[in-house]
């Protein structure tokens, strides 16, 4: 069964440090998603990929967030420099085109910052 | 401000009977409604889905129903058994832009007791 790979599944870092997760989407989704899940709450939109292109960063801390999709297929998230309030659960997700049908989620990095 | 409001931390119910998990939201531009189940260090796993243009849709034992004057939908789980415990997010679709982005609401802890 196609799933969304996620690597790490756990991640802890030192305050200050750099950090990145890295996701491969379900085969032909062209639609990439990245959320994030603070303990207790609701999973909340960072960035949204179309193929290579952003589609949607307006909840991304650019000062210290960066994403890329170069060849349109897999994606990296980065976090430089790591502060605290960062430690969560960093959740991507794929779909089709257009996000017209539901959202495939990976298994999560979590990330602890110390 | 909280778009999608789950008000309901947890819920506990005995195996066999019915759970209804509850969804309020606030913004009317949204066309679709989703569930999703979570289990511990999992992602979320998409569960039943509701178009804004119908009141109920069914699938197997869950139903999701939908009241768009009151801006509420619920979750029937019948009859309710143990692997449903879990925690489930309510997700609605902004209609704007089509872009398939979802927003979560907080999330209910469900625990269906043998």
């Known amino acids: 069964e196609a799933e969304v790979a996620q690597s790490p599944r756990y991640k802890i870092t030192e305050k200050s440090q750099a950090v990145a997760f890295w996701c491969d989407p379900i085969s032909g989704h062209a639609t990439l998603y990245w959320y994030r899940q603070i303990l207790g709450q609701g999973p909340e939109l960072l960035v949204q990929f179309q193929d290579e292109s952003v589609v949607d960063d307006s909840q991304l801390p650019k000062d210290r967030f960066s994403a890329e999709r170069l060849k349109g297929v897999d994606s990296t998230l980065k976090i430089q420099p790591a502060e605290l309030g960062d430690s969560a659960m960093y959740l991507c997700?794929?779909?089709?085109?257009?996000?017209?049908?539901?959202?495939?989620f990976g298994q999560g990095t979590r990330l602890t910052v110390v | 401000d909280q778009q999608v409001k789950q008000n309901s931390p947890s819920l506990s119910v005995q195996e066999g009977r019915i759970s209804i998990l509850n969804c309020d939201y606030t913004n009317s531009m949204f066309d679709y409604f989703l569930w999703y189940k979570k289990y511990p260090a999992e992602g979320p796993t998409f569960l039943i889905s509701i178009s804004s243009i119908k009141d109920k849709n069914e699938d197997g034992r869950f139903t999701v129903f939908l009241n768009k004057s009151a801006k509420h939908l619920s979750l029937h789980i019948v009859p309710s058994q143990p692997g449903d415990s879990a925690v489930y997010f309510c997700a609605a679709r902004p209609t704007s832009g089509n872009t398939g982005k979802l927003i979560f609401g907080q999330g209910t802890t469900l625990q269906v007791k043998p």
């Open positions: 997700a794929s779909s089709t085109l257009g996000g017209h049908t539901e959202a495939f």
